[in-house]
């Protein structure tokens, strides 16, 4: 409908990973709805945090690389991943990169405890847990 906006993910080649709007455009991330995509507006702003800006294509190159960096270490369509971060240009990044690297992201806060975390790790039966090796923000 009108003003309806979801993200239409397509992996390289046919396959694709949700479809909320039918196109012919493989390899892209779509903004549906806002009329944004990585090929035709890669030079304008897309993430801005801590003071530091990433354009739609920086976004693009970050994600792809990611992706391609979980797929090496077997993560593939049905593969669950925990993302285990505060709101960050990189949350932003793992997150589309799993879903292009066909898996389901498993949502966990940033400030569960650990035995919080076992028990999603194990209810959600997460196959890799991705975090951030820095100080808190």
């Known amino acids: 409908g009108q003003g309806r906006v979801g993200i239409a993910l397509r992996a390289v080649g046919d396959r694709r990973l949700d479809d909320h709007r039918a196109d012919d455009r493989a390899g892209e991330i ?4 806002a009329g944004v ?3 035709d507006d890669a030079d304008r702003p897309a993430v801005v945090f801590a003071g530091l800006e990433y354009s739609y294509g920086d976004i693009g190159k970050l994600v792809s690389r990611a992706a391609a960096g979980l797929q090496a270490r077997g993560i593939k369509k049905g593969s669950k991943v925990g993302l285990f971060m505060p709101n960050s ?3 932003v990044v793992m997150y589309y990169a799993i879903l292009c690297a ?3 992201v498993v949502n966990y806060n940033p400030i569960y405890t650990e035995a919080d975390l076992v028990k999603q790790v194990e209810d959600s039966e997460t196959d890799m847990l ?3 090796d820095a100080p808190p923000l």
């Open 130 to 132: 991705v975090t951030l």
């Open 30 to 33: 779509v903004v549906v709805g």
């Open 102 to 104: 066909g898996a389901t």
């Open 37 to 39: 995509s990585l090929r």
């Open 89 to 91: 240009g990189y949350c």
